[in-house]
C-alpha cells in the first residue's frame, strides 16, 4: 500500500518487476467502486431509461481499466518501456530538422513497430501509447523555451538529445513548443486516471489535493485519501 510522508504526501513506488505492483484493493471495495461508476452513468442521464445490467458491465469494465490485475500491469510495464525505447531510438535518429510533424511521427512510428511485434493486444498498445504520450507532453512543457533543461531529469525522454549542440537543442524547443501547442487540451492539462502509467514525479489528486509521488515508473494508484481516480502532475 502507499506509505504516508507527510499528511497530504504519499509514496507509490511500483517498479516494474516482478512482485512489485500498484497497491490492490479488497474484493469488497472493488465491487463498491463499481456500484458506484454504475450509479454515476444512471444519474447521467437522469435515471431514465438505459439498463441496469449495461451500467454494470460498462462500469465493471471502467474500474478494471482503473485497477487491472498485478499480470496486467506487468503487460503494461513491459509495454510501455519497449514503446518508449523505441520512441527514444526514433529520437536519437532525428535529423537538424526538427518541427511538430517530427515529434507526432516518431511516436506513430513507434507505436506502429510494436504492434508489428505481435506481443500485445491492440488494448493494451493504444493504452501505454497514451501514457507515453502524456509523459512527453509533461517533459515538453517542462523543457519551454530552455535549451539547458536537456540535460537535467526534468527533460526525460528528450534526454537523448541533451548532447546535441546548441542549435539542434533551439530547433528541438521550438518543434517542442509547436506540438504542444497543436496538441488536444487534456494532454496539455498533463492529466492522469487511476490505471493509467506515468513516469516518476508528484501527482496531485485534482478532488482533495492528496499528492502521491511514484518514485519510478508506475500505474497510478487510486487516491490514498478519498479514492477519486482524477490527478494532475505537479513535479
Not at 95 to 100: D, H, N, Q, V
Not at 152 to 174: C, E, H, M, P, Y
Not at 221 to 234: A, G, T
Request: hydrophobic share 35%; glycine share 6%.
Amino acid at each position: 500500500m502507499a506509505k504516508e510522508k507527510s499528511p497530504r504526501q504519499h509514496s507509490a513506488s511500483t517498479a516494474p518487476s516482478p512482485g512489485n505492483t500498484v497497491p490492490t484493493v479488497a474484493p469488497e471495495e472493488r465491487r463498491h467502486m463499481i456500484e458506484e461508476a454504475a450509479y454515476y452513468r444512471a444519474q447521467q442521464r437522469g435515471f431514465d431509461g438505459g439498463d441496469p445490467v449495461n451500467d454494470w458491465l460498462a462500469a465493471e469494465r471502467e474500474i478494471n481499466r482503473m485497477l487491472p490485475s498485478p499480470q496486467q500491469q506487468k503487460r503494461e510495464l513491459a509495454a510501455y518501456q519497449q514503446l518508449r525505447q523505441g520512441v527514444e531510438k526514433l529520437l536519437g535518429e532525428t535529423k537538424e530538422t526538427l518541427s511538430a510533424d517530427t515529434i507526432r511521427q516518431t511516436l506513430d512510428k513507434a507505436v506502429s513497430q510494436l504492434k508489428q511485434m505481435g506481443e500485445y493486444t491492440a488494448d493494451t498498445i493504444d493504452k501505454v501509447a497514451a501514457s507515453v504520450e502524456k509523459d512527453m507532453a509533461s517533459a515538453a512543457q517542462t523543457i519551454g523555451q530552455k535549451i539547458e533543461a536537456f540535460s537535467g531529469k526534468t527533460a526525460d525522454v528528450f534526454q537523448i538529445w541533451r548532447d546535441r549542440g546548441n542549435q539542434f537543442l533551439t530547433n528541438a524547443s521550438s518543434a517542442l513548443g509547436d506540438w504542444l501547442r497543436e496538441a488536444s487540451e487534456p494532454l496539455k492539462q498533463r492529466s492522469y486516471r487511476s490505471g493509467e502509467m506515468a513516469a516518476s514525479g508528484t501527482l496531485e489528486c485534482t478532488t482533495c489535493g492528496e499528492r502521491i509521488v511514484l518514485d519510478t515508473l508506475a500505474h497510478v494508484p487510486p487516491c490514498p485519501k478519498c479514492r477519486k481516480s482524477e490527478f494532475r502532475r505537479v513535479l
